[in-house]
């Protein structure tokens, strides 16, 4: 074998390396995608969390929310302060959830059940106007979204119907027509 072979021969082992790391690459690089998907949406969720925990725990809070949630004029300037900010760090996370969904990190299908469960929350009297009298802003794309909402109102009444069932104590009279498909999401 010739020098001249042998520098052949090192260029195809050196292109050989380059494309297996490029390959090594490729995986690390969709692997750290998911897990960044998956991170995301683990502190959505723990946003989330922290807030249905604060109402699950505190009966004063979660009394305050949902009498904000029907009618905020029913509230004392303190317990409106306090049902804003719960209404913020609900809303804080669903714009995270949104914005994630935005840049391709979080599914659809993720972000179909948690764009039903904003429609939901929007579909309360004392949301609509917590957020129309909300003292500070979100991103602009995050507000469009929720304009759009609140303009088309998508939420289905049986969701409703279902869930002022479920408070009365008479979830089974709720007509066959409003309960949810299987599979469906649920708010």
């Excluded at 692997?31 to 725990?57: H, I």
């Excluded at 809303?91 to 969904?101: G, I, K, P, S």
């Excluded at 039903?116 to 917590?130: K, N, R």
């Excluded at 998508?154 to 008479?170: C, H, I, K, M, Q």
């Amino acid at each position: 074998m010739n020098l001249e072979s042998l520098a052949n021969l090192g260029e195809i082992v050196g292109a050989a390396a380059v494309v297996a790391s490029l390959l090594y690459l490729a995986v690390q690089v969709r692997q750290g995608t998911r897990a960044q998907r998956t991170e995301n949406y683990a502190r959505a969720l723990d946003r989330l969390s922290a807030v249905q925990s604060a109402l699950g725990q505190d009966p004063e809070l979660s009394l305050i929310y949902s009498r904000g949630v029907q009618d905020p004029s029913r509230l004392t300037a303190l317990e409106k302060i306090r049902f804003t900010w719960t209404a913020y760090e609900a809303f804080d996370a669903f714009e995270f959830m949104f914005q994630t969904h935005q840049t391709g990190e979080l599914p659809d299908e993720v972000w179909r059940r948690w764009s039903t469960t904003i429609a939901w929350w929007l579909s309360f009297p004392g949301v609509q106007v917590w957020w129309q009298h909300r003292p500070a802003g979100f991103t602009d794309s995050f507000t469009q979204y929720v304009e759009s909402v609140l303009a088309d109102n998508p939420t289905d009444a049986g969701v409703n119907r279902r869930w002022e069932a479920f408070l009365a104590d008479n979830p089974g009279k709720v007509p066959a027509a409003d309960r949810p498909a299987t599979g469906s999401p649920q708010p």
